[in-house]
C-alpha cells in the first residue's frame, strides 16, 4: 500500500521507503501520516502529533531521559535527472542508495524508527522527534513549533542527539549562521548617457573586492576546530538592459565558531563591511560542544567513534538554548547533501543502527 512503512524492515529498505514518500519541505503531511501509523501499534510510546511533527515518548521511569531528533522533509526534487523513486548501485565500497534524502536525512529518521520497534525497553528514557520544515525559513521549522506549543514534551532530556548526515561518526556542537543584505544606491539614467546618474552595480565591486581578500578564522572551541566563511551568496540589481541601476544587494552569509554570541557574529560582518548599508535578516547562533559534559561523554563511550566540529548549522543549538546539551550524528556524507545525486553507502545506515541501540541497551 503506497505510503506505508514497515517497521520489520531493515535500515536500509526503510530508508528507501522513506525516501520514495515525497516529503519536500511544506509537504510533510503524507509522511507523517505514514509515520504516526507505523508507530501507533507501539504500545511502549506516546505519540503526539503537532502539524507534521511527530513526537514518540517512552515512560519507563528511568533515572535519565535521551532525545532522538530529526526533519522528515528533504529540499526540493530535481527532474533531469530524476533523483526519486530511490535505486541501488553496486560500487567497489559496496552497495551506494541514490535519492533525494539517502544522504539528507532520511537514513536517520529509518534509524530512529528502527529504534522505536526494536528496542521497546531501553536504559534511558526516550524522546523521539520526527519534524517538518527543517530546510527553509526557521518561522517554519517543527522543533521551533513544538517548543513554542508543547515544550514540556522535549524539554526534560539530559541529553540530545540530532541524527544530521556526520558520515557515521560524531559531530560536536555547530557554528552560527547569519546572512545579511548589503545594498549599494545610486542613480537610474539611460544607459546611452551614464553621466547623468551612478551605477550601484559598479559600486557593489568594493563589497565583493574586500568579501575575496577576507581571510577567515579558524577557532578552537572546546578543543574542537570550527573554520569560519563570509561569503557573497546572491547579487541582484538593476531594472532594465537600457537603464543605470540606481540599487544593487550582495547577500552574504557568515558562518561562524559557537564561541560568538549572535551579537558578535553581526559586530564583525559590519566591520568588514564598514562603510555600507547592511541590513541583518538572519542570525542564528551556534551551539558549543559540550563534549566535556557527562552524558556526552556516555555517548561517545558507548559508540567508540571519533569526535569533531560540525561545520554547519543545525538544530543542535536549538537544544543548546533549551539547556539541553546535543551532538550531530547520523549516517551519510555531509558533503552531499542536497546534491542532485544525492547518495549513501547503505553500510552507514546499519552500523548507525547498531551503534545508537548499543547506547540505548
Known amino acids: 500500500m503506497p505510503g506505508t512503512l514497515d517497521l520489520t524492515l531493515d535500515a536500509i529498505d526503510l530508508t528507501a521507503a522513506l525516501c520514495d514518500i515525497e516529503s519536500v519541505s511544506l509537504g510533510e503531511a503524507a509522511l507523517a501520516d505514514a509515520i504516526m501509523a507505523a508507530l501507533a501499534p507501539l504500545g511502549h510510546l506516546s505519540v503526539t502529533r503537532l502539524g507534521n511533527s511527530i513526537v514518540a515518548r517512552t515512560d519507563l521511569g528511568r533515572a535519565e531521559r535521551v532525545l532522538i531528533a530529526g526533519h522528515i522533509d528533504t529540499v526540493p526534487l530535481t527532474l533531469d535527472p530524476p533523483n526519486l523513486p ?98 549599494t544606491k545610486g542613480i537610474a539614467a539611460h544607459s546611452a548617457r551614464p553621466w547623468k546618474g551612478h551605477n550601484a552595480i559598479h559600486d557593489a565591486g568594493e563589497i565583493l573586492r574586500r568579501l575575496a581578500a577576507y581571510r577567515p578564522e579558524t577557532i578552537v572551541v572546546d578543543e574542537l576546530e570550527y573554520r569560519e566563511a563570509l561569503n557573497a551568496v546572491l547579487i541582484s540589481g538593476g531594472t532594465a538592459t537600457n537603464v543605470i541601476p540606481d540599487r544593487c544587494v550582495v547577500t552574504v552569509n557568515y558562518r561562524y565558531a ?104
Request: net charge negative; with cysteine.
Open 258 to 361: 559557537p564561541s560568538r554570541t549572535a551579537t558578535e557574529a553581526e559586530e564583525h560582518v559590519r566591520g568588514v563591511l564598514a562603510g555600507f548599508e547592511v541590513s541583518v535578516v538572519d542570525n542564528a547562533p551556534g551551539a558549543r560542544p559540550g563534549m566535556h559534559l557527562p552524558a556526552a561523554q556516555a555517548f561517545v563511550a558507548a559508540l567508540d567513534l571519533p569526535v569533531s566540529a560540525k561545520q554547519g548549522w543545525t538544530d543542535v543549538a536549538r537544544f543548546s538554548a533549551m539547556g539541553v546539551p546535543a551532538v550531530n550524528f547520523g549516517p551519510g556524507d555531509p558533503n552531499l547533501a542536497h546534491m542532485d545525486d544525492e547518495h549513501c553507502p547503505t553500510v552507514q545506515y546499519t552500523v548507525c543502527e547498531e551503534a545508537m541501540a548499543r547506547w540505548l541497551r
Open 86 to 183: 530511490t535505486r541501488r548501485v553496486e560500487s567497489a565500497a559496496g552497495e551506494i542508495l541514490h535519492g533525494r534524502g539517502t544522504v539528507d536525512m532520511k537514513g536517520g529518521v529509518a534509524v530512529m524508527l528502527r529504534l522505536a520497534a526494536t528496542v521497546p525497553e531501553p536504559s534511558r528514557d526516550v524522546t523521539l522527534v520526527f519534524y517538518e520544515a527543517e530546510e527553509i525559513d526557521s518561522r517554519f521549522n517543527g522543533l521551533g513549533l513544538i517548543e513554542a506549543q508543547r515544550p514540556e514534551l522535549i524539554s526534560d532530556a539530559a541529553f540530545a542527539v540530532l541524527m544530521e548526515p556526520t558520515d557515521a561518526a560524531i559531530e560536536g556542537g555547530c557554528k552560527g549562521t547569519l546572512r545579511a543584505e548589503v545594498t
